[in-house]
């Protein structure tokens, strides 16, 4: 039988696209059996015979609980549940937890929420222990019980949530008031008439059925065609097979409601059951970065498309994890994985985002050619690689990552100097930081030689002055007959050296230089005469000169040591 093929289009369909992928892989469909990409053809396949028996519902349901479940509120509930067992099972006294009482009342709010009471009522009659639900309800757990019976009702609770349906039912409530709803509404389970009933049925009935009668309808005579793909569809008043796209938010008014944009009235702005199902995937197809929902939308490549908004790809278990990550770094990872596919010309990217509350819209970005460039770039990933690997600084009583920010600056085209300021004054106070500021200059450096090109000579004035910077440290520290990697008594220097570098204050920052030469009698390099005509050179040279006197020598020769 010929295979389904779904074509790539505007934004939200490609990331129903993603969404199908992503759900297929999740659950372990076949990929090259069940579905494959045709890249040549630019085209997401499903073979028809796997599409008439799969149940979609059923699949729909798997995969939201498996991506979005780590992160939504009955995962919160285990999780307070077993750290509450575990403060009682130590017999460290509920007393002495004052968490305790939070997690029981967070606990029991929840459970006697309206969506999980609507939740539970639709499936008391298919799970196991039922009234153990219906005791959190008439006698909540409290502080005031006896250790034991807090312990026992914990326990059963536990174990009453981990039946699947129960943690089916319970995660899909939280998913579709917290996610799902962000990008459609107004119909199945979202529709506010249907709040009370079964979740499956209703998805069932306005999605799955529609999708397999569609599929096994011969449309030779059909004379209606869907907006997003062209696909004959029927298109008489009783037709299930027309769909109105306003249940998709921010895309168009009720259809039913207000006609009046059509031409006589006559509303013929509707998508078949299969684009429908994929707008129902949607929020598979974007990541959930911090507070925002993302979508990279490299139209160029299928593959990318689907490799750069991939889920499957994320270990589960860490899509909490990653829910808190910021944008810049996601935008360095998975743009990590679209430059692996070596496509020959990536032009600019636009980025889809979407604010988790209900009324939030969409915002699109652009990540420019340039920037992709530079985050391609051999040495500027590998800066980037090292600092992934120990991002964080704590500066007085603030902790700054150092590779988001470094990111954040990029895609921003913002120059690091700001940043390398900040790290240099604290490496005054701790010596480790200096390290942080030794990469993200050496980045600065790089991104200045790739946007201009100005490569040999500016490697090679930036190396000297650095030497410079250090041969001078050397010579001050001979002086005073201290060690080499003892600088408590240069500290002010380089303070007063890097504020008057922050505000661009030549005058000052030469006549302390000049000072510091003059003692040592070394000669004055004929750097600071070039940067004296230029502002990105004095910044260059002067970072590179400062991190040379604080020691980025020694610094570095550690780094190489350890690998």
């Given at each position: 039988m010929e295979p389904i093929k779904i074509t790539k289009g505007d934004f939200l369909k490609n990331a129903g696209i993603v969404g199908m992928y992503n759900m297929l892989h999740v659950l372990k469909a076949r990929e090259g059996e069940?579905?494959?990409?045709?890249?040549?053809?630019?085209?997401?396949?499903?073979?028809r015979e796997f599409a008439l028996n799969a149940d979609w519902t059923d699949m729909y349901f798997k995969?939201?609980?498996?991506?979005?479940?780590?992160?939504?509120?009955?995962?919160?509930?285990?999780?307070?549940i077993e750290k509450c067992k575990g403060v009682i099972e130590k017999g460290d006294?509920?007393?002495?937890?004052?968490?305790?009482?939070?997690?029981?009342?967070?606990?029991?709010?929840?459970?006697?929420?309206?969506?999980?009471?609507?939740?539970?009522?639709?499936?008391r009659d298919k799970i196991e222990n039922p009234e153990i639900y219906e005791n959190i309800k008439s006698r909540k757990i409290n502080v005031k019980m006896e250790s034991d019976e807090i312990l026992k009702r914990l326990s059963e609770l536990e174990n009453f949530l981990k039946q699947p349906l129960c943690r089916e039912t319970f995660c899909m409530k939280s998913i579709i008031y917290n996610y799902i709803n962000c990008f459609w509404n107004g119909k199945s389970f979202l529709h506010k008439a249907n709040a009370t009933e079964d979740m499956r049925e209703m998805f069932e009935k306005d999605f799955s059925k529609p999708l397999k009668d569609y599929l096994l309808k011969s449309h030779e005579k059909s004379m209606g065609n869907c907006i997003e793909c062209n696909a004959l569809i029927d298109d008489g008043s009783r037709s299930n097979e027309k769909v109105p796209i306003s249940f998709m938010n921010d895309m168009a008014d009720d259809l039913d409601k207000k006609s009046s944009a059509f031409w006589n009235c006559k509303?013929?702005?509707?998508?078949?059951?299969?684009?429908?199902?994929?707008?129902?995937?949607?929020?598979?197809?974007f990541r959930l970065v911090g507070n925002k929902f993302v979508f990279q939308n490299i139209d160029c490549s299928l593959n990318a498309l689907i490799n750069s908004n991939e889920t499957g790809k994320v270990v589960l278990e860490e899509n909490a994890r990653h829910s808190e990550e910021k944008y810049a770094t996601w935008v360095a990872r998975t743009l990590n994985t679209v430059f692996k596919l070596k496509i020959r010309e990536l032009n600019n990217i636009p980025v889809i985002l979407r604010g988790t509350n209900e009324k939030d819209g969409y915002t699109f970005n652009?990540?420019?050619?340039?920037?992709?460039?530079?985050?391609?770039?051999?040495?500027?990933?590998?800066?980037?690689?090292?600092?992934?690997?120990?991002?964080?600084?704590?500066?007085?009583?603030?902790?700054?990552?150092?590779?988001?920010?470094?990111?954040?600056?990029?895609?921003?085209?913002?120059?690091?100097?700001?940043?390398?300021?900040?790290?240099?004054?604290?490496?005054?106070?701790?010596?480790?930081i200096l390290s942080r500021a030794v990469l993200v200059f050496k980045m600065q450096v790089r991104t200045f030689i790739i946007m201009r090109g100005k490569g040999e000579n500016t490697e090679m004035n930036v190396k000297s002055m650095a030497n410079s910077g250090y041969k001078l440290r050397k010579a001050i520290?001979?002086?005073?007959?201290?060690?080499?990697?003892?600088?408590?008594c240069m500290r002010g220097t380089i303070y007063r050296l890097t504020n008057a570098l922050s505000v661009g204050n030549t005058e000052r920052f030469m006549d302390m230089i000049i000072r510091l030469y003059t003692s040592s009698r070394l000669d004055v390099p004929n750097g600071f005469i070039d940067m004296l005509q230029d502002r990105e050179k004095f910044n260059q040279y002067g970072y590179a000169f400062i991190l040379g006197l604080k020691g980025s020598h020694y610094v570095s020769k550690e780094e190489n040591e350890n690998g």
């Open positions: 069940d579905f494959w990409t045709d890249e040549e053809e630019q085209v997401l396949c499903i073979s995969a939201f609980v498996e991506i979005y479940g780590p992160m939504c509120t009955y995962q919160e509930i285990i999780n307070r006294g509920i007393e002495k937890n004052s968490s305790i009482k939070d997690d029981l009342k967070y606990i029991t709010d929840k459970m006697s929420s309206s969506s999980y009471k609507s939740g539970f009522a639709n499936i509303v013929d702005a509707y998508i078949c059951p299969l684009c429908a199902y994929l707008y129902a995937l949607v929020p598979l197809g652009i990540l420019h050619k340039d920037i992709l460039n530079i985050l391609k770039d051999k040495k500027i990933m590998e800066y980037l690689e090292k600092l992934s690997k120990d991002p964080n600084v704590k500066i007085k009583n603030d902790f700054l990552n150092v590779y988001e920010s470094s990111i954040e600056n990029l895609i921003n085209y913002n120059n690091q100097y700001r940043l390398i300021n900040r790290l240099i004054k604290a490496s005054i106070e701790t010596e480790s520290l001979a002086a005073k007959g201290v060690e080499p990697d003892a600088d408590e």
